[in-house]
């Protein structure tokens, strides 16, 4: 299509189109599928990639492109190739702010610009970090609860991963409020998809290529599951929809009005890592996400070496943070209370 042949009507003149409004129309209309999209760049690596799925007992072999769909239809990588490659231009930021707006901004951290897998299982560490735990009184018992459900809070970082829109280069941002979490991914609802079929737990997957992988990785299970085990914890008012945006907010049950507080507690819990070194602290992070993780694993998740990994590791057996469950090959790692 060329503005020579395309026209638009206002009021009772005809004028040609520009080629920006063609492509808005075009977009508008024509799913665009990332399989279809060539990556930026075609010079890709994916370690990462295969060593998560060698963790999930699920190597890959030389045809993994292929058998993924992460070629274009002409045989070069596409963006979802891009996405899950060792290196891409993805920013993928947790901010955090002092209060309950985005006036005092006190965090920023950046965990993109990798394999889309690396950056979610690094945010869902941050936000981890960040969920500490309070007490609530009642009047039969004393309950002690995180800030937010864990189970619905890792649902909503892996469905704004999966389900956001990367064809205008926008990813999902994760903020963190005095008040809240909030989730934000690019795209609105899926088109087909209404409000009532989403918030019945309906799944129309916009990446479905994304999704497989993720599957794979035993990241997500069945389609709406995890829209599910979000709504089992928070109502339809955690969500907001805009033509072009979703936002998942996760008040903090009862703590609405702690403000400084709670942010004085989240700087507690991530400073309690003060007795660790900068290395051990971020090891010991990726043994508590993951305890069966392997030192290959470590090696890429932190991008330090082997003799570094397998020091910090004795360091920290020795400060009872962590100890080692079984074989070298089959064991686990068990994180101490001490640690905790």
């Keep these: 299509m060329t503005p020579e042949g395309c026209f638009v009507r206002v009021g009772s003149s005809v004028h040609g189109m520009s080629e920006k409004i063609i492509l808005e129309t075009f977009a508008s209309r024509a799913k665009i599928s990332l399989a279809k999209i060539?990556?930026?760049?075609?010079?890709?690596?994916?370690?990462?990639?295969?060593?998560?799925?060698?963790?999930?007992?699920?190597?890959?072999?030389?045809?993994?492109?292929?058998?993924l769909e992460l070629l274009t239809p002409d045989g070069k990588y596409n963006y979802n190739a891009y996405l899950l490659a060792d290196e891409n231009g993805v920013s993928i930021k947790v901010a955090r702010y002092k209060g309950t707006d985005k006036y005092d901004l006190i965090e920023n951290?950046?965990?993109?610009?990798?394999?889309?897998?690396k950056a979610v299982k690094s945010v869902l560490t941050r936000l981890q970090v960040a969920n500490i735990t309070h007490a609530k009184i009642t009047p039969m018992e004393r309950i002690e609860k995180p800030l937010v459900d864990p189970v619905a809070l890792r649902e909503a970082v892996i469905n704004a991963v999966v389900?956001?829109?990367?064809?205008?280069?926008?990813?999902?941002?994760?903020?963190?409020?005095?008040?809240?979490m909030e989730i934000t991914n690019y795209g609105g609802?899926?088109?087909?998809?209404?409000?009532?079929?989403?918030?019945?737990?309906?799944?129309?997957?916009?990446?479905?290529e994304l999704m497989r992988i993720f599957h794979d990785l035993d990241m997500v299970e069945q389609l709406g599951s995890g829209m599910r085990r979000i709504l089992r914890s928070y109502d339809k008012k955690a969500f907001s929809f805009?033509?072009?945006?979703?936002?998942?907010?996760?008040?903090?049950?009862g703590l609405q009005r702690l403000g400084d507080r709670i942010n004085d507690r989240i700087n507690d819990r991530i400073n309690d890592r003060i007795k660790l070194t900068e290395t051990e602290s971020l090891i010991y992070a990726e043994i508590k996400r993951n305890p069966s993780i392997t030192t290959p694993l470590l090696i890429h998740e932190t991008g330090y070496s082997e003799p570094t990994i397998n020091r910090t590791l004795k360091s920290l057996r020795e400060k009872s943070y962590i100890a080692r469950i079984g074989a070298r090959k089959n064991g686990r790692w068990e994180v101490l209370k001490q640690g905790s």
Excluded: W
């Excluded at 060593?51 to 492109?65: G, R, T, V």
């Excluded at 951290?109 to 897998?117: H, R």
């Excluded at 805009?242 to 049950?253: A, G, I, K, W």
């Design 38 to 67: 060539p990556a930026p760049r075609q010079d890709l690596t994916f370690s990462q990639l295969k060593i998560y799925y060698e963790e999930s007992k699920k190597p890959l072999n030389s045809q993994f492109a292929k058998t």
């Design 109 to 117: 951290e950046e965990f993109g610009y990798c394999s889309i897998i």
């Design 163 to 180: 389900h956001n829109d990367y064809t205008k280069e926008v990813p999902p941002l994760f903020e963190i409020f005095s008040d809240r």
């Design 189 to 208: 609802l899926v088109e087909g998809l209404s409000k009532e079929d989403f918030f019945n737990c309906c799944s129309m997957p916009r990446n479905r």
């Design 242 to 253: 805009t033509d072009h945006f979703m936002r998942t907010s996760f008040y903090f049950e």
